[in-house]
């Protein structure tokens, strides 16, 4: 089955602290893979797509695919960091995508 | 912060009431879609639609209805067959299949069956 597992439903780390969400990933296919992300009282988003290698809000996501890990990182991570964050991944055989149970992120002063 | 627009917001209706959420979106996309969000479950697929008077069932289809009759607008009825009605619901769409991993969201609607 395809599916997408975030271990972790809360994380709660320091302001300048590194952070890891971590995103584990069955697939049987080459897999497209995304996070997305929802801070306090706005819309669900998109943060970063794997296949476009880019750093977001100093944000980066590798995709492993020995490991079928994506985990999203940041080395130092902020207070506005504070959100609810998803991995998903793009099932093109059904034009849908399959998203985690997501983890939440919580960054104190 | 147009987009896509949802509402309303907050619903209430009685249980074993038929209920209709309304999703809008102004960006010209062709493929629309709707989910569950419940907490510690993430987001569940409902219904989706690649394109108008064509629709999909996602994960959790039992109990909800939709309708694609024109490109900007895909309605769904939460009908009575649902068991556990009462959830936060999300609309989005996405621009084609180039593009579908990209997905914009609307605030949501939050239906509460008493």
């Known amino acids: 089955a395809q599916r997408v597992t975030q271990p972790e439903k809360l994380l709660s780390v320091f302001k300048g602290a590194p952070v890891e969400l971590k995103c584990n990933y069955s697939y049987s296919g080459s897999p497209e893979l995304f996070w997305y992300v929802q801070y306090s009282r706005q819309r669900l988003q998109l943060l970063l797509r794997h296949i476009s290698r880019e750093s977001i809000k100093g944000f980066t996501a590798d995709l492993n695919k020995g490991e079928t890990s994506f985990h999203l990182k940041k080395p130092f991570a902020q207070e506005e960091d504070s959100a609810m964050y998803y991995c998903a991944l793009l099932q093109r055989g059904f034009q849908k995508l399959v998203f985690g149970t997501g983890t939440r992120l919580l960054v104190s002063p | 912060d147009g987009g896509i627009t949802q509402s309303p917001k907050y619903l209430f209706r009685k249980e074993g009431q038929n209920v209709t959420l309304s999703c809008e979106q102004n960006l010209n996309h062709d493929a629309m879609y709707w989910y569950r969000q419940d907490p510690g479950q993430g987001l569940r697929l409902i219904y989706y639609?690649?394109?108008?008077?064509?629709?999909q069932k996602g994960d959790i289809a039992e109990g909800y209805s939709v309708s694609r009759e024109k490109k900007e607008s895909f309605p769904l009825t939460v009908t009575s067959a649902q068991k556990n009605p009462t959830a936060f619901y999300l609309c989005?769409?996405?621009?084609?299949?180039?593009?579908?991993?990209?997905?914009?969201f609307g605030p949501g609607t939050r239906l509460t069956v008493l």
């Open positions: 989005a769409s996405s621009n084609g299949l180039a593009a579908m991993g990209e997905q914009f």
């Open positions: 639609s690649q394109i108008v008077n064509d629709f």
